[in-house]
């Protein structure tokens, strides 16, 4: 089916404007651009966000382009419907760093994960009955349904939001502790025993954990990244010039 746009407008939001767009299928649709700007995301931020829409096993299946009239002419522009927005919105994680250095941006996606979509939905689907003209049974049905659908939005974000334990923290650390070990050759070895290059490749594989997982120190690693953790260990690999530095201090040793 040719999705086109029927109707077009910008729906006030938390101080900012959302885009909104009623297609031909009946589908609402919502500008990403907008929702990122109106959370105050950077550039850097807001192509990792639009990677994220198009490249996600779920979210790909909400993401559409449409061509819009905008400021600058007939473009095509990202949107994602409005029944993925909310899964969208709960997969921006909140880092440790967003705290520390944006929490504006914490304040804003905290708004925009909990009301968006209601004010969307409220500008764009209007009821076809009224609520109190329901029967018992009906009504009933619908607030269990609203529940469900509320709590299974609170545990994505707390799963989202909540780091490991501190068992799960001495894994890692024990993994990690065997992965650097068997990269220098085992205790016995020369690269080993010298503290300062042992200490650059524990240095070197968590500085990479954290970079990779977006966090300021494994103990931080949120639940939901907890099993991908352990395989990034395991299969991680020093810098090039820490490889030869390990190999010739080991053979230099060995004569």
Same mark, same amino acid.
């Given at each position: 089916?040719?999705?086109?746009?029927?109707?077009?407008?910008?729906?006030?939001?938390?101080?900012?404007?959302?885009?909104?767009?009623?297609?031909?299928?009946?589908?609402?649709?919502?500008?990403?651009?907008?929702?990122?700007?109106?959370?105050?995301?950077?550039?850097?931020?807001?192509?990792?966000?639009?990677?994220?829409?198009?490249?996600?096993?779920?979210?790909?299946?909400?993401?559409?382009?449409?061509?819009?009239?905008?400021?600058?002419?007939?473009?095509?522009?990202?949107?994602?419907?409005?029944?993925?927005?909310?899964?969208?919105?709960?997969?921006?994680?909140?880092?440790?760093?967003?705290?520390?250095?944006?929490?504006?941006?914490?304040?804003?996606?905290?708004?925009?994960? *909990? $009301? /968006?979509?209601?004010?969307?939905?409220?500008?764009?689907? +209007?009821? =076809?009955? !009224?609520? &109190?003209?329901?029967?018992?049974? *009906? $009504? /009933?049905?619908?607030?269990?349904?609203?529940?469900?659908? +509320?709590? =299974?939005? !609170?545990? &994505?974000?707390?799963?989202?939001?909540?780091?490991?334990?501190?068992?799960?923290?001495?894994?890692?650390? +024990?993994?990690?502790?065997?992965?650097?070990?068997?990269?220098?050759?085992?205790?016995?070895?020369?690269?080993?025993?010298?503290?300062?290059?042992?200490?650059?490749?524990?240095?070197?594989?968590?500085?990479?954990?954290?970079?990779?997982?977006?966090?300021?120190?494994?103990?931080?690693?949120?639940?939901?990244?907890?099993?991908?953790?352990?395989?990034?260990?395991?299969?991680?690999?020093?810098?090039?010039?820490?490889?030869?530095?390990?190999?010739?201090?080991?053979?230099?040793?060995?004569?």
């Amino acid at each position: 089916m040719n999705v086109y746009p029927v109707e077009q407008k910008l729906v006030p939001f938390n101080g900012a404007e959302m885009l909104g767009v009623k297609a031909n299928d009946g589908k609402v649709y919502v500008g990403v651009r907008w929702v990122c700007e109106g959370i105050g995301l950077t550039e850097d931020q807001m192509k990792n966000e639009r990677k994220k829409i198009q490249t996600d096993l779920v979210l790909k299946q909400g993401g559409l382009n449409l061509t819009l009239p905008t400021n600058g002419g007939l473009q095509e522009v990202l949107t994602i419907d409005l029944d993925f927005l909310p899964l969208w919105l709960a997969k921006i994680s909140i880092t440790p760093n967003m705290q520390r250095y944006q929490p504006e941006v914490v304040d804003k996606l905290t708004q925009y994960q *909990l $009301k /968006a979509k209601d004010a969307l939905a409220a500008a764009f689907i +209007k009821p =076809d009955y !009224r609520f &109190e003209n329901m029967s018992p049974e *009906l $009504k /009933a049905i619908l607030f269990v349904d609203d529940k469900v659908q +509320k709590l =299974d939005s !609170r545990l &994505e974000h707390l799963e989202n939001h909540t780091t490991i334990d501190y068992g799960q923290q001495r894994q890692l650390k +024990k993994a990690g502790n065997a992965k650097v070990i068997g990269l220098l050759g085992g205790k016995r070895a020369a690269a080993y025993k010298d503290s300062s290059l042992r200490h650059r490749v524990y240095s070197a594989l968590w500085n990479d954990y954290q970079d990779y997982f977006g966090i300021n120190s494994y103990n931080n690693t949120y639940t939901k990244d907890f099993i991908r953790g352990l395989p990034y260990i395991q299969h991680w690999t020093p810098p090039n010039n820490l490889l030869r530095e390990i190999e010739e201090f080991n053979g230099q040793r060995l004569f």
